[in-house]
Structure formats: structure tokens, C-alpha cells
């Protein structure tokens, strides 16, 4: 049997015709993680926060370095994954069934706060990351990273019986006769197939608008602005949640080049806020400890699991 090197992995997540459902997810991570044991990259520990490893890439593969992994979320062996995986499935399952009070039942209360379904979603994507890290241009993989996270969440949210799905959307501009702007939406969801009238064209009141991005860097002033001219232009509230994997990056500290910088804005956070308006949720699979140690941040920034558990049913009634 041939061993999967990184080129088979590129191609991999290349692939166009690949991940339309969350089993090819698993494929994927599983042949990643395999990768890593068989191929034995240098693991490296970040010194200014060290529970944030890398991996450096062998001679042949550029000695490229991953971008940096929260080793209190992402698994690292194959079989470890595949099981996890597969208690998330059924998990997904039962979520469906139960909906929010899935969180009153004693049987579950282990497996949610062991934060498993964070660490699940995180190992899938950051798998997919840490291969678009080894292509030669960056700027090659970038977008195909985002555009297979975005997926991965739809496909979650599919699999709590859910309708979610991208959406373009050409508004008019008030008292501007036959000139409109055009939105592309990464999701929009709801508990039921929203029946669009003329009243509501665009967007139904049910339905829950949902930005999708790896994380918040360069990107979090336009998703405020999103539900700011997304309800002007509707002339009603229009619910606008968030949806990041991370915002850590390397960068060099002192001496070493395996350091880490938060690319969380607060301050703009904050000011958006103020002066457009509060989005109706901001959830991160990988939150950073400012998010919950500043209160004002923690009254709206939650861990992506608390999206699925609780507010997607409240959301959407």
C-alpha cells in the first residue's frame, strides 16, 4: 500500500469534487494525522504560549512550518480522531432530536464539558490548514481553506436537520429606482424551509444570516457593517451571527520565530458595537483568553459548541 505523502494531500484538498459530506472531513484528517506519524516533522513548542505547537516540514517539503496548533484541542493520532469523530456524529444525532434540552440531560454533561466538539471541528479544519501551509504560495490555498470551513459548518448544521445554505441576495437601495447591492451571504439558516413572500424576499424573519470566516483578521468591521446595511436596507432586524476558528498567528518573539500574536481586534470589537450595532452572536472554536477574561468581549464572544447546544434553537424561533 502506497504512503500518502503531502503532494497526494495538496492534491487532496485541491480536489474539487471532494467534501460534500462530513465523512470526507474525517478522510482527510485521518490521512493528515497519518502523515504526520509516518513522516515524524519536528514538532515545536511554542515558548511564549506553550500549550501552541507547530510542525516544520522535512527537506523535501521546504522545511515550510504549519501555522500554530492549540494542542489542548487538536488530536493528534489517527485513531484517536476517528473515534472522536464518530462520537460527535452520533452526538449530532441525538442533538437533533433534543434540540437545547440535550444541556438538562445528566448523560451528556461529561462528554460537554470535555469540549470534544470543539476539538473535533478544530482538528478537521486545522488539518486542511496545516496542508494549504505546505504549498509553495500561500495565497494558493487561502481561499480554498475558507471555502472548505465554510462547508464543514453547513454540513454541521445540516446534520441537526437544519436548512442552511449560501445565498446571493440583490437589494434595492431605497429611493435609488433600479439600482441595487448586491450580498453574498457564506450561510443563511433556519429550523425550517422559510417560505420567501414579497414582504420578506430576501431574507426570512426566521432566518439566521451567518458570516463564516477563519478568523477575524481584516474581516470583523464588515460583517458588523453586513447587519448594519442588511437591516437598513430591509427596513427590519436582520440576525447576523459570527463564526471563527481562531485568530492566533505566528509571529517572532525576542529571539524566536515560533511565537504568538492575537489578530483579535478588542478595541474595534468594542467600537462597532457602539456604533452600529451588537451582532447576534460571535462564536469561536478556538476562543482567545481575552474573550473571556474582558467582560464586556464575554458578554458576546462564546465557544462555537455553545452555538450548536443552545442558541442555533433560540435563534431560529
Wanted: hydrophobic share 35%; glycine share 4%.
Amino acid at each position: 500500500m502506497k504512503t500518502i505523502n503531502l503532494h497526494d494531500l495538496q492534491a487532496s484538498v485541491q480536489d474539487k469534487s471532494a467534501f460534500v459530506q462530513l465523512g470526507d472531513y474525517l478522510k482527510m484528517a485521518k490521512a493528515f494525522l497519518s502523515y504526520l506519524q509516518n513522516s515524524n516533522p519536528t514538532r515545536i513548542v511554542s515558548p511564549s504560549q506553550n500549550n501552541y505547537i507547530f510542525y516544520q516540514y522535512s527537506k523535501s517539503d521546504g522545511y515550510k512550518i504549519t501555522r500554530p496548533l492549540n494542542s489542548n484541542l487538536f488530536i493528534e493520532f489517527p485513531e484517536e480522531m476517528k473515534s472522536k469523530f464518530e462520537r460527535f456524529i452520533s452526538f449530532l444525532s441525538d442533538l437533533q432530536k433534543q434540540r437545547e434540552k440535550i444541556t438538562s440531560n445528566e448523560k451528556y454533561d461529561d462528554y460537554i464539558k470535555s469540549r470534544e466538539i470543539d476539538s473535533v471541528i478544530y482538528t478537521i479544519q486545522q488539518t486542511i490548514g496545516c496542508i494549504g501551509d505546505s504549498f509553495d504560495n500561500s495565497n494558493q490555498s487561502r481561499k480554498r481553506i475558507g471555502m472548505l470551513f465554510e462547508v464543514l459548518i453547513k454540513l454541521i448544521i445540516k446534520e441537526l436537520g437544519m436548512e442552511c445554505e449560501p445565498r446571493t441576495v440583490n437589494l434595492p437601495i431605497p429611493n435609488q429606482s433600479g439600482y441595487t447591492m448586491s450580498y453574498e451571504l457564506d450561510l443563511v439558516f433556519s429550523k425550517n424551509k422559510a417560505i420567501l413572500t414579497s414582504e420578506t424576499k430576501f431574507i426570512h424573519p426566521s432566518e439566521i444570516v451567518g458570516s463564516v470566516k477563519t478568523t477575524s483578521k481584516d474581516r470583523i468591521d464588515k460583517i458588523f457593517l453586513d447587519k448594519f446595511l442588511l437591516s437598513k436596507l430591509l427596513g427590519r432586524d436582520i440576525k447576523v451571527i459570527a463564526i471563527f476558528l481562531h485568530d492566533v498567528q505566528r509571529a517572532v518573539k525576542g529571539k524566536s520565530i515560533f511565537g504568538i500574536n492575537s489578530t483579535f481586534k478588542t478595541n474595534h470589537f468594542l467600537g462597532y458595537t457602539v456604533a452600529l450595532n451588537k451582532l447576534d452572536g460571535v462564536y469561536y472554536i478556538d476562543p482567545r483568553p481575552e474573550m473571556t477574561n474582558n467582560l464586556k468581549l464575554a458578554e458576546q464572544v462564546r465557544d462555537f459548541q455553545k452555538l450548536l447546544l443552545t442558541d442555533l434553537w433560540t435563534l431560529t424561533k
